[in-house]
């Protein structure tokens, strides 16, 4: 199959292996562009070169053929992308193929500090945000009073926009949160000299993506977070505040629907979810420790929060949603081996809601936490399955439930991954 440009997104809440796919394909891109969010995102990456938890930089960072772009639709702290690189660099992995949109915006200090203080005020209400001042640098953004990449290497810009955002935000601390105002200066020296040091990446990097668009060159679009954290179609007000979903990859690559060839969802075989926001096929006890397969390297911790993730069964309901909302005609199933040991599988299939069926997620977050989930059962298999590389290495059972899944979700099963390893995929459809 010839694909000149393909989407890989998150299709659940985030976790479900998106770099693990991505690093594998990049190996057959020659661009791979990350859209949107920040470093509050992380995939685990295992190649080659060994374990890395990346946060901000393109998973396709392994390929030295391969242009890694960090596009404009993401926020970026300087500090820790720098720390980024620099952990890279110093396990013999070339960065000089990161490129970073001068469009992107920058996540202050002040963003940080208003982050956990608003979470904080909210009490018993809080978001479960990862502290790291996504929100408020995305609220900087619409608000049209935020530094970007740009502003970092432009002495005098910077010091202009800084000086005009300070005097909003002193007055925002000092007045409304009780706290210590932000020296112009010190954030001045500090950021321009991130600038200076990231300088070599920092560029507009339209022209590189639409020639290798017009070139008919294989492009991915790596997402962050999911789908069903979208700020528009997630479970407001527990999501990102970012678009994870195909519009946003649009938006925050640069390049226009019709230019998308595929557009692939990366689902697990089961559902996770880090922080607070309904989450129907939910499971504890026995049941939940065998999902999160704890004490092993791939266990069900968050990449980036260290938090220990919330585990269920899979949502065939959300993800048919996911994939009406955003086109999505492939679907990669990853750690389907984390079910082997289990002898009875269930799928959520539908919800009960007030006593009426209903097929999509309903609007209220308070609706949504009363949802009671219909499940189907089916068998497990009882097999270990790392070591199958093609279908029929699978057992009966695990073929059934995962066409089970394809036909749930209405989209065509391209990719299983059975393992944390490179070799531990099944290619069903050829992708790039």
Known sequence: ??????????????????????????????????????????????????TFKLHMIPA???????????????????????????????????????????????VMPYHVLQDRLDEQ?????????????????????????????????????????LSAVLSIK????TTYYASEPFDLEALYSEYLAYGQRLAAHITDVYPAIQRAISGHEA????GAQGILLDIDHGTYPFVTSSLPGIAGACQGAGIAPNAIDHVMGVFKAYATRV???????????????????MGKPWAEVGTTTGRLRRVGWFDAV????????????????????????LAEIAICVGYRLHGAIIDHPPTQPEDYA???PIYETMPGWLTPTPDARSWQDLPAAAQAYVQRLAELCEAKVAIISVGPGHEQIIEMIPVL
């Open 1 to 50: 199959m010839q694909m000149a440009v393909v989407a890989v997104l998150g299709a659940q809440w985030g976790d479900e292996g998106k770099g693990h796919i991505v690093d594998i394909l990049a190996a057959r891109a020659t661009t791979v562009v990350r859209y949107g969010g920040g470093n509050n995102a992380g995939h685990t990456v295992v190649n080659r070169h060994g």
């Open 60 to 106: 396709g960072i392994f390929e030295p053929a391969t242009l890694n772009i960090v596009g404009n639709g993401t926020v970026i702290d300087p500090k820790d992308f720098i720390a980024e690189l620099d952990g890279l660099m110093q396990r013999g992995i070339d960065v000089s193929n990161v490129r970073i949109s001068d469009r992107a915006h920058v």
């Open 121 to 161: 005020l909210r009490g018993d209400a809080k978001i479960g945000t990862t502290g790291r001042g996504i929100g408020p640098a995305y609220a900087d953004k619409m608000s049209r009073i935020g530094i970007r990449m740009a502003d970092l290497t432009n002495p005098n810009m910077l010091r202009q926009r």
């Open 170 to 173: 002193n007055r925002l601390f």
């Open 219 to 222: 492009v991915l679009l790596e």
């Open 275 to 293: 922080g607070s926001g309904p989450f129907p096929s939910e499971v504890d006890g026995v049941t939940a420790d065998a999902l999160r397969q």
């Open 318 to 341: 959300a993800a048919r949603y996911a994939v009406n909302l955003n086109g999505i005609d492939l679907l990669t199933i990853t750690k389907l081996d984390v079910l082997d040991e």
């Open 370 to 372: 009363l949802v009671e």
